[in-house]
């Protein structure tokens, strides 16, 4: 009995016992999509209630279950933007180390190679974080993240099509970079994409998102809840 209460699956959203995404946190997640950010980042969702608590329970509490979910609503958002034909690879903006290490995973890898999964085309590595001006952007203020991240894209890519997907956007610093990064390589066009944007407001200060609670076959992946887990 012991053994069955610790293996139990919960929602990442309200850990409830269940599957990985419960009906009400699913429907949660179905409403309003965010606007487009000024810098051309994409977001599925807002970074707030209990979208926030899904995404926040997937990054912290290592409910990579939920990976496959957050990636079919940043699948629909592609599709409806009609951007699934603009992709010939997919990757992702890397976290540092040192959270990769603490965390288990890098969770804007787990959900770019759903999304590559679902939309049919390769996943790559392309980008690496370099110098000192490499930090984890957790925590950090809007001047600090502006200013706190570098990549460097790896050799190969002219002419390609890149994806570049994350999980929480703020100020679009992290996917500003990525994208200078691969435009550096002559690649032909980068979309930015991520699962969740926090609101204007929140994203001009602070934002403490610590650890808490052949040819291309589309087919979107359903919001709506269901019975099976993400």
């Not at 390609?160 to 690649?187: E, H, Y």
């Amino acid at each position: 009995m012991l053994v069955d209460m610790m293996f139990q699956t919960r929602c990442a959203g309200c850990d409830t016992p269940g599957p990985a995404v419960c009906t009400t946190c699913r429907f949660a997640l179905v409403g309003r999509q965010p606007r487009p950010a000024a810098n051309g980042v994409h977001a599925a969702l807002a970074f707030t209630g209990r979208a926030r608590d899904v995404v926040l329970g997937f990054k912290y509490r290592n409910r990579r279950q939920v990976g496959a979910h957050l990636a079919g609503l940043v699948v629909n958002r592609i599709v409806a933007n009609g951007d699934q034909h603009r992709i010939d690879v997919v990757t992702w903006a890397p976290t540092s180390t040192a959270r990769r290490h603490e965390r288990g995973f890098d969770q804007g890898e787990v959900v770019a190679r759903h999304v590559a999964r679902q939309l049919g085309v390769p996943c790559r590595r392309l980008l690496d974080r370099h110098g000192r001006r490499s930090p984890s952007q957790t925590g950090r203020t809007r001047s600090e993240r502006l200013h706190g991240v570098a990549f460097r894209a790896r050799p190969g890519l002219a002419g390609r099509r890149v994806l570049v997907v994350d999980d929480v956007v703020t100020t679009g610093a992290t996917l500003q970079a990525a994208r200078r990064a691969l435009d550096a390589t002559s690649v032909a066009e980068v979309l930015l994409y991520a699962v969740a944007a926090t609101p204007a407001s929140r994203a001009a200060s602070r934002v403490p998102v610590g650890a808490a609670p052949g040819a291309r076959h589309l087919r979107a992946v359903p919001t709506t809840p269901s019975a099976s887990a993400a």
